[in-house]
T-cell receptor
Framework: GQNIDQPTEMTATEGAIVQINCTYQTSGFNGLFWYQQHAGEAPTFLSY????GLEEKGRFSSFLSRSKGYSYLLLKELQMKDSASYLCAVRDLTTDSWGKFQFGAGTQVVVTP | GAVVSQHPSRVICKSGTSVKIECRSLDFQATTMFWYRQFPKQSLMLMATSNEGSKATYEQGVEKDKFLINHASLTLSTLTVTSAHPEDSSFYIC?????????????FGPGTRLTVL
């Protein structure tokens, strides 16, 4: 998605913390979503933010600042199985009542021993 | 909850043939399903939005006569790639809208890898 920017790749060691940033531009913002996608598989839903602040779900946390058009996904206590692509997606209400999802290109996280 | 299945997971076909991909919501009713295409190391690109009982809405640049979508029931949507060509080779993923107390999001099927020879 041309209006969503996230880094291409990040590398971290097992047990560490990694923060994946996502910036977006949209006129009809109605929620920011993070998905995890392993190679050759479909994305799986991780988190959802529609209000400013931090949402925590176990080892994963997601933060949103609507005024800055910014979100991050925080992965704590990294495990080898966390190696995957992480997609930032924004729901845009400008086209219809539910809105379309625009996806970023994904951030490939590589966890090393 | 919110499980979406997709069949087949992988298909190889000859150029000029048609391929049908099924997307099912297994434990919920989905009034809206979405079809995406993803090329290697690229983002998901929405092809069309499928609403139960009505015609699909296609994104700009997606040929509706080539990618036929049918959403005959609240749990099934199909995508038929007609007269497939090698450039149609891609990873096709469906998703279904699901609402619960907390979120209103979409859940993805496992995807279909299409290879056209």
């Amino acid at each position: 998605g041309q209006n969503i920017d996230q880094p291409t790749e990040m590398t971290a060691t097992e047990g560490a913390i990694v923060q994946i940033n996502c910036t977006y531009q949209t006129s009809g913002f109605n929620g920011l979503f993070w998905y995890q996608q392993h190679a050759g598989e479909a994305p799986t839903f991780l988190s959802y933010n529609v209000l400013d602040g931090l949402e925590e779900k176990g080892r994963f946390s997601s933060f949103l600042s609507r005024s800055k058009g910014y979100s991050y996904l925080l992965l704590k206590e990294l495990q080898m199985k966390d190696s995957a692509s992480y997609l930032c997606a924004v729901r845009d209400l400008t086209t219809d009542s539910w809105g379309k999802f625009q996806f970023g290109a994904g951030t490939q996280v590589v966890v090393t021993p | 909850g919110a499980v979406v299945s997709q069949h087949p997971s992988r298909v190889i076909c000859k150029s000029g043939t048609s391929v049908k991909i099924e997307c099912r919501s297994l434990d919920f009713q989905a009034t809206t399903m979405f079809w995406y295409r993803q090329f290697p190391k690229q983002s998901l690109m929405l092809m069309a939005t499928s609403n139960e009982g009505s015609k699909a809405t296609y994104e700009q640049g997606v040929e509706k006569d080539k990618f036929l979508i049918n959403h005959a029931s609240l749990t099934l949507s199909t995508l038929t790639v007609t007269s497939a060509h090698p450039e149609d080779s891609s990873f096709y993923i469906c998703s279904a809208r699901a609402r619960d107390r907390v979120t209103d999001t979409q859940y993805f099927g496992p995807g279909t890898r299409l290879t056209v020879l």
